[in-house]
């Protein structure tokens, strides 16, 4: 496996497989990789001969009083851990590389109305920030692919619509979320719970399967849905930040007749702040 930080090296290697006509597959993360990310790796594979997996760590999706200073590095675990898989390339710039102009001359890239609400609300400018790594990460790889989960379902919706607006000719597919043997998403901000909050953090998962039972037996009052699920949550020891049932499309807000539905939560265990979602069709 090829690990290389410069624009220079990245293209030179991209370039060179191209001349064999193959396929190239993106996983972009901000490293501290476990299970969940071997498997974006595994279904990136299953569409290209080649896999680049990015690690940066990207600044401009942090806003302030936020965790960019604490966020795991562990760059020599994880190049151990990307060996193990059918990953071809690391690569890992540093933040001139990503932003040669600096943080504040720095041209973005924003999404309107899909990044207003929900997380884009809790957190301003997050996604502006997202799809700004992402567009960068784009021209840099050019692939024809690219890989993200499900458990940031808001973050995938953003960059299908920023790729089909900007005619990037890449595929964009989501893969399905990776948990624990207790439910819990993997996540690299798991590692930020105590032993008491982890054997908590479970009930998020539980509560959103619950409604998505309730769901298919047909219950339809969404409102009263989400009331129950946020009582359940407070009782549970969790700070909600959002509970919402939406369309699975779009996000929007469905009406009774709705098949395809999302159920998105986001609430804080301490100070650490779990995301997660079930898609349901009825």
């Known amino acids: 496996m090829i690990v290389v930080h410069s624009k220079q090296e990245l293209a030179e290697q991209i370039a060179e497989w191209r001349l064999h006509d193959e396929h190239v597959a993106l996983v972009p993360t901000m490293g501290s990789l476990h299970a969940g990310h071997v498997a974006l790796v595994d279904l990136a594979r299953e569409h290209a001969e080649r896999v680049v997996v990015s690690i940066f760590v990207n600044p ?21 851990l990307l060996k193990k898989t059918t990953a071809d390339l690391i690569f890992a710039p540093d933040v001139k590389t990503m932003y040669p102009f600096g943080l504040e001359m720095a041209t973005s890239v924003s999404v309107p109305r899909l990044t207003e609400n929900f997380c884009g609300a809790s957190r301003p400018g997050h996604f502006d920030g997202v799809t700004t790594v992402v567009a960068r990460l784009f021209t840099l790889v050019l692939p024809d692919v690219a890989v993200f989960g499900q ?20 595929k964009i597919i989501t893969g399905e979320t990776v948990r624990a043997d207790d ?9 930020y719970l105590s032993g008491e909050e982890r054997a908590a953090a479970p009930v ?6 619950s409604t998505g039972q309730e769901l298919q037996n047909g219950r339809r009052n969404f409102a009263e849905l989400e009331a129950d699920a946020l009582e359940r949550l407070g009782n549970a020891g969790f700070e ?27 609430a804080r265990l301490g100070a650490t702040r779990l995301i997660d979602n079930i898609v349901v069709t009825t």
Do not use: W
């Not at 439910?183 to 590692?191: E, I, K």
């Not at 998020?204 to 399967?209: D, K, R, W």
């Open 60 to 80: 401009t999706q942090f806003g302030d009083g936020e965790d960019f200073d604490d966020y795991p590095r562990t760059l020599e675990r994880d190049k151990r």
């Open 151 to 170: 458990k940031d379902y808001q973050q995938q919706l953003v960059i299908r619509h920023m790729t089909e607006d900007l005619n990037f000719p890449i």
């Open 183 to 191: 439910g819990l998403a993997l996540s690299s901000r798991n590692s």
């Open 204 to 209: 998020l998962y539980e509560t959103l399967c």
């Open 240 to 266: 909600v930040d959002y509970y919402s049932i939406r369309r699975a499309l779009n996000m929007e807000i469905p009406d009774r007749d709705c098949d395809d539905l999302v159920v998105l939560a986001a």
